[in-house]
């Protein structure tokens, strides 16, 4: 093999550049910013001359050779080691793989209009049901609060009836966290002392690469980084593959692809007496993907990644009784806390399990445990709970001024204080 080196303005145009060149199937051996720009050195094969095979040593000379150098195609070490052709990069995979997702992003449209639709009709329900059961001007600030945040009816009218006779705000935000908090469930297993194999599911753009390194990276200190492997299955998107390739070099690991069923059976035949497997997936196909791996690796544990933003429509397509988690994780926490639709979804299926969390896309900082209580925390300060009428026509009685007997910075600097008598009059005195 020959080295090759490439220049970007940035990794994305680097990488580009390597698939275009060499094709996805390239070898990153390492990536780094040089001058402004951004360098990757790239392991390729070397053109074999089949004429100079034979040729003994003492006749090869650069000056008058016999015959005209015949170049033939390449072979990989796919093709080598077992005998069979490795799948090639090409423009029509390429448009394959963007037709569906772009299939699929046109379904999840129509699945969110048709959720929207749902929405609109339990919200008229639920609020014909609470102006017959509930007088709105009783209701107390939290569940006037819960009634105009946006989240989904069915939470929305299961939490406000559990407010029903809690009238202090702050006695109603514990019972709320609570409520949430019994309700849903966790795994208990460190993520560094995982083993065996784990595969991790989930749209495009969750994080799922992200978090598989992660754990890749924690797993080494460990066990010896020869006994864990990084599998990437039937994803065909630009750049997913030279980015496991790099991931894979640094912490020298073993990376092997497979774009079909039967190759992953292979490569999971010869990863059998591994510690830890780990197996990343395409955004797309995600239930039939799923499927597959279901029949070559039953023992393999099935994690499902999202943000914490996900709409509707995925949640529907994610949280069905077809497909079975073992757990879910999160990513994203440091970009929004607005998760009541996760939520909702996660108390309709009680035997889904929260697991890890993500809070940056730097591989060197590790996944944790989901803290469920500080989640909930997070999300619950997401909605923004106003003072009762009483409070808010007791702050304009006291015409809006302070009364305490503290010295304001106005009035350390004037040293003088206005004051309100008894009667209507304001008088000043003096506070130095």
Known sequence: MELKRILGKDNRQAMEEVV???????????????????????????????????????????????????????ISFKKVLHDREEPTFTE??????????????????????QVL????????????????????????????????????????????????????????EAQLHAILNESLNTVTELPDDISGIHVFFGPSGSGKTTLLGKLARMVIDRVNPEQVAIVSYSDQKIGAWNQMQLMASQWGI???????????????????????ILID???????????EISQYAPEALMHLVVTTEISRSSIERLFNKALSWDSVNMTKLDESNDAWILIDAL???SDLQLWLQSTSDQINRPAALINTAKWLADVIKTVTVTAPDSEISSLDDTDGRQETESVSTLEFLTGIRAQRSDGSEITLESVL
């Open 20 to 74: 275009r060149l060499y094709g996805p199937d390239a070898l990153v051996v390492s990536g780094h910013k040089l001058n402004g720009k951004f360098e990757l050195i790239v392991a390729v094969d070397i053109e074999a001359d089949s004429n100079l095979i034979d040729v003994p040593d003492t006749e090869l000379t650069m000056d008058a050779p016999k015959s005209p150098a015949q170049k033939v195609a390449e």
């Open 92 to 113: 029509e995979s390429s448009t394959t793989h963007e037709s569906v997702r772009a299939h699929e992003i046109v379904e999840l449209f129509r699945e969110e209009i």
């Open 117 to 172: 639709k749902r929405e609109i009709q339990e919200t008229r329900k639920a609020s014909s049901w609470h102006m017959q059961v509930a007088n709105p001007q009783a209701l107390t600030a939290w569940q006037r609060a819960l009634m105009d945040h946006p989240m989904p009816s069915r939470l929305r009218t299961l939490l406000i009836d559990s407010l029903a006779d809690v009238s202090d705000t702050d006695e109603a």
């Open 254 to 276: 073993n990376c092997y692809r497979a774009n079909s069923p039967d190759m992953l059976k292979t490569v999971l035949r010869e990863v059998a007496d591994f510690d830890c």
């Open 281 to 291: 997936t395409s955004g797309v196909n995600i239930a039939r993907h799923h499927a």
């Open 347 to 349: 108390l309709q299926r």
